[in-house]
């Protein structure tokens, strides 16, 4: 039986930070977004959270980037919390909303009663942190990704960030911001593995939230969206070549994991959750599976960061442990 974080489901409980040393510079971690699957990813970094492994650089797409920001924030109960307690609360999640013509989510709730009052963000720790944080999004005029800084947004802002990249057509709003009208990130650039090389790093932590060889089919509801969003064309291209595009990436993964060049953590198979799913118990199933699947790529993420150097190897292992 698998390692099985201990937690109260109803509190938020911060874990003191295991020592831990290892030179990262030039390491990036990237975070692929998928709505509530992004439950796996918030159990591998409740897992880099209790080991004290800190990237100097986060990239995330979606609800990547939510959970990057509280890893940043070192607020290691948060994104189990956020991504659980509400799902069956109506003003985090409705249909009835989405079929009144307002969006699947309820963004002021999301991204402003919870973290402002109910389950508050540690904007000054995030903010005072030196490790980067970058949210990606999608401009919808140009259909080009767009990536923002924590350190060049104030609060409110970062929250409309977020929410810009977390709104997909036909379920959410565009969100407009600073002249542009943004919506995810994951439509222009669903994995931002070359945004993280062209910013300089070296070494490559991807999570995923699909499986090695998943793949994306064309979108069915390309003309739909085309229709319901003339004004924006760049959107309605970059929805069109989107299945392509990911593939493509993934394809580009495999082909660099096989040489050792990146490292993936990723699940075994299909996450049995939908993109908007409600089943409490099954979010925490995958909260577990990440943070077991973490555990299990202890030994050889650790190699991958100490880059063969047998000395960095020993002295730094992280030990899969319980958290207490």
């Known amino acids: 039986m698998g390692l099985r974080p201990k937690y109260d489901r109803d509190q938020q409980h911060h874990i003191p930070m295991v020592g831990h040393w290892m030179d990262l510079t030039g390491t990036a971690l990237i975070l692929e977004g998928g709505g509530l699957r992004g439950n796996y990813t918030a159990g591998v970094l409740r897992f880099f959270m209790d080991q004290g492994l800190y990237f100097p650089y986060v990239i995330g797409v979606s609800i990547g980037a939510c959970n990057g920001s509280n890893y940043v924030a070192r607020q290691p109960e948060r994104n189990r919390v956020v991504n659980t307690r509400y799902v069956r609360d109506r003003r985090f ?7 009144a013509g307002g969006g699947l989510f309820g963004m002021p709730f999301v991204f402003g009663t919870i973290p402002l009052e109910l389950v508050p963000f540690d904007f000054e720790r995030f ?4 490790q ?31 929410q810009a990249g977390c709104s997909l057509p036909l379920l959410q709003k ?15 650039d669903p994995i931002p593995l070359r945004k993280s090389m062209a910013d300089g ?20 509801l390309v003309g739909l969206i ?21 593939n493509d990436t993934m394809q580009w993964i495999d082909d660099l994991e096989r040489k050792k060049e990146i490292f993936t953590i990723r699940p075994t198979a299909p996450l049995v959750v939908s993109r908007a799913e ?4 099954k979010l925490y199933a995958i909260y577990d599976q990440g943070y077991n699947d973490a555990a299990a790529h202890d030994a050889a993420l650790t190699d991958y960061l100490a880059g063969g150097r047998e000395s960095d190897r020993s002295a730094n292992r992280l030990s899969p442990r319980r958290p207490e």
């Open 93 to 99: 999640l409705s249909y009835r909303r989405l079929l």
């Open 127 to 130: 903010f005072a942190s030196d």
């Open 132 to 162: 980067r944080h970058i949210t990606t999004v999608t401009d919808c005029v140009t259909g080009d990704p767009r990536y923002y800084e924590k350190d060049r947004l104030g609060r409110l802002d970062f929250l409309r960030i977020l």
């Open 174 to 188: 565009p969100v407009r911001w600073d002249g542009r009208v943004l919506m995810d990130g994951g439509i222009a």
């Open 201 to 220: 790093n070296t070494r490559q932590v991807l999570i995923l939230t699909q499986p090695r060889g998943y793949r994306k089919k064309a979108s069915l």
């Open 226 to 246: 085309r229709l319901r969003y003339a004004r924006y064309p760049g959107l309605g291209r970059a929805l069109a070549d989107r299945h392509q595009r990911y």
């Open 278 to 281: 409600r089943n409490k118990d």
